[in-house]
């Protein structure tokens, strides 16, 4: 498989089991995020790493964030999110650690954190492993981003569920690039996907 067909057949998907990457496969993966594209090479990337009976301690957190965020929550949602975060084999809770005073704007170092994800997702699919990027409501909780170790100014930028790809773990069909595709000539550029 060449480089290019490994990441055309890359996907996402949350339906992961033991292993989990480690030791030097694991710092392997980490470090592609140091070749992330980075203005001001400032790394606002941090990742915390939550492994065995820490799961349990970060779904109690992420639950008691939804319970602040909205009393009212869903139990079946409680439920969910608290199954999905203590039975992962790894979550990494991506943290962006930001300068709002540096010349750099704040987006560029968000997408900054946004590219290093990326490069470790591809990562995990190079080495056999899986993963998926997920938020929702409590990677924008500024106390929760706080218990994680990131407080203000710093953020979430989500988490990713990581380990081996299940037999349920199937690729989408990959949409054609056509519609995400102009040529600019002059005049505003027309997209097919927003037709």
Do not use: C
């Not at 970060?58 to 969910?80: C, F, I, Q, T």
Request: net charge neutral; proline share 8%.
């Amino acid at each position: 498989m060449t480089s290019l067909d490994l990441l055309l057949s890359r996907f996402s998907t949350d339906a992961l089991a033991e292993p989990a990457p480690a030791g030097d496969v694991l710092e392997a993966i980490l470090s592609t995020a140091m070749r992330a594209p980075d203005h001001g090479k400032l790394r606002p990337w941090r990742y915390a790493i939550v492994q065995g009976e820490a799961r349990v301690k970060l779904a109690e957190r992420v639950v008691a964030s939804m319970k602040r965020l909205d009393p009212d929550v869903a139990p079946a949602k409680v439920e969910k999110r608290f199954s999905r975060m203590s039975t992962m084999p790894m979550t990494i809770v991506l943290g962006m650690h930001l300068r709002p005073e540096n010349k750099i704007p704040l987006l560029e170092q968000e997408l900054a954190v946004g590219a290093a994800a990326m490069n470790i997702l591809n990562a995990l699919h190079a080495t056999g492993f899986g993963g998926v990027w997920v938020s929702g409501d409590v990677a924008h909780d500024p106390e929760f981003a706080a218990e994680m170790g990131f407080p203000a100014p710093h953020k979430l930028a989500g988490f990713l569920f990581v380990g081996t790809p299940t037999a349920q773990a199937k690729a989408p069909t990959r949409r054609p690039v056509d519609d995400y595709v102009a040529r600019w000539t002059g005049a505003p550029a027309v997209f097919g996907a927003d037709a």
